[in-house]
């Protein structure tokens, strides 16, 4: 009996989040993604990985005479599907996720409204259970 990799998924997300600042904004300056956590728990074949990030939103308004920076906390629920190699002995099995691409902005557009941001986020997660399994040598 030794512990090792008895599952594993991958997901990647695109995902488009609508934000609205005070003030009606004329352009976008700029939109980064920063303070990304997340956790994981098993759910029969599925990994859910709860998390939140913040994005931040550099842009004008009144009419390109002034400038701000709006912040929102954008949560979200991912759910990876596991592919098993091994079937797990027993139930201590330990779920691991790592992140392969951090949130990320990819678009930053004004709606068509003119009042909210429209903002493509896209991440990668990798999720692994490890477990006892029997190995023959």
Request: one cysteine or more.
């Amino acid at each position: 009996m030794t512990k090792a990799v008895i599952a594993k998924g991958k997901k990647r997300t695109e995902s488009t989040v609508m934000l609205k600042p005070p003030n009606c904004p004329t352009s976008i300056l700029g939109c980064w993604v920063i303070n990304h956590t997340h956790s994981a728990k098993k759910s029969g074949k599925f990994i859910e990985v709860t998390g939140k990030f913040d994005v931040n939103v550099w842009y004008s308004h009144h009419d390109h005479s002034k400038t701000s920076v709006f912040t929102e906390s954008v949560p979200y629920k991912d759910r990876i599907r596991l592919h098993y190699r091994d079937e797990p002995v027993s139930g201590q099995e330990e779920v691991l996720v790592e992140v392969i691409q951090h949130p990320n902005c990819t678009e930053a557009i004004i709606s068509d409204c003119g009042e909210k941001f429209e903002i493509t986020v896209e991440r990668e997660l990798l999720a692994e259970v490890v477990g006892e399994t029997k190995v023959c040598v």
